[in-house]
């Protein structure tokens, strides 16, 4: 009989003075629950990056919104890179990069990634200090810091071009998710760790 695997999953509660966070992921099932960070464009944002990464994820924030949504949306990337690093483990098994593009009418984004474990970010994205409805474009950045910094990716993200602001953010999500999807999805060819060095550190 085949070893059954061990579910990837992971949890987390992150608490500051400016925001509470409760976080849980599974790579391999939906969850139940859904996403609340607070921040009506996140929940959105993260509802379609775990769609498209086909990876469940349930969040629930407060944060100090009532300054803006600048911290909020920081820890959330910070409890999303945690969440990531807790469910993979030593990462045996795992593709480790993930390359996509994703279409979203006028805009287009390519996301390159890889779980190394040295955290790295590229943003491409230049984009004007501007908001959509009442999120901070901006934003995006400082959440991809936050994850790459604590899951311990080396991610490019690229605009190719694109006009609309909500369909270049939409592509960026859509794309991470499914890049995260490729990275961490298991090969039973894959024999401890996709590294000549035997670790992912």
Same mark, same amino acid.
């Given at each position: 009989?085949?070893?059954?695997?061990?579910?990837?999953?992971?949890?987390? &509660?992150?608490?500051?003075?400016?925001?509470?966070?409760?976080?849980?992921?599974?790579?391999?099932?939906?969850?139940?629950?859904?996403?609340?960070?607070?921040?009506?464009?996140?929940?959105?944002?993260?509802?379609?990056?775990?769609?498209?990464?086909?990876?469940? @994820?349930?969040?629930?924030? !407060?944060?100090?919104?009532?300054?803006?949504?600048?911290?909020?949306?920081?820890?959330?990337?910070?409890? #999303? *890179?945690?969440?990531?690093?807790?469910?993979?483990?030593?990462?045996?098994?795992?593709?480790?990069?993930?390359?996509?593009?994703?279409?979203?009418? &006028?805009?287009?984004?390519?996301?390159?990634?890889?779980?190394?474990?040295?955290?790295?970010?590229?943003?491409?994205?230049?984009?004007?200090?501007?908001?959509?409805?009442?999120?901070?474009?901006?934003?995006?950045?400082?959440?991809?810091?936050?994850?790459?910094?604590?899951?311990?990716? !080396?991610?490019?993200?690229?605009?190719?071009?694109?006009?609309?602001?909500?369909?270049?953010?939409?592509?960026?999500?859509?794309? @991470?998710?499914?890049?995260? *999807?490729?990275?961490?999805?298991?090969?039973?060819?894959?024999?401890?760790? #996709?590294?000549?060095?035997?670790? @992912?550190?």
């Amino acid at each position: 009989m085949a070893k059954k695997s061990m579910p990837r999953t992971a949890s987390i &509660e992150r608490t500051t003075c400016e925001t509470s966070i409760a976080m849980k992921l599974n790579l391999d099932a939906p969850l139940a629950g859904q996403i609340d960070t607070g921040v009506g464009f996140m929940d959105h944002m993260l509802t379609l990056m775990s769609r498209h990464g086909m990876f469940g @994820l349930e969040v629930k924030a !407060n944060g100090d919104t009532e300054v803006d949504d600048h911290h909020s949306v920081e820890d959330l990337g910070i409890c #999303m *890179g945690e969440v990531l690093r807790q469910a993979l483990g030593d990462k045996a098994g795992i593709h480790r990069y993930g390359s996509v593009s994703i279409p979203m009418h &006028e805009a287009l984004v390519r996301i390159d990634l890889d779980f190394s474990g040295r955290p790295h970010l590229v943003y491409h994205v230049d984009l004007p200090k501007a908001k959509v409805g009442t999120f901070d474009v901006e934003l995006v950045e400082e959440f991809m810091v936050g994850l790459c910094n604590h899951a311990g990716v !080396n991610m490019h993200i690229n605009l190719e071009y694109g006009s609309n602001l909500h369909h270049i953010i939409e592509a960026i999500f859509k794309a @991470l998710g499914r890049a995260l *999807g490729q990275a961490v999805a298991q090969d039973p060819r894959i024999v401890g760790v #996709m590294s000549t060095k035997g670790r @992912l550190e």
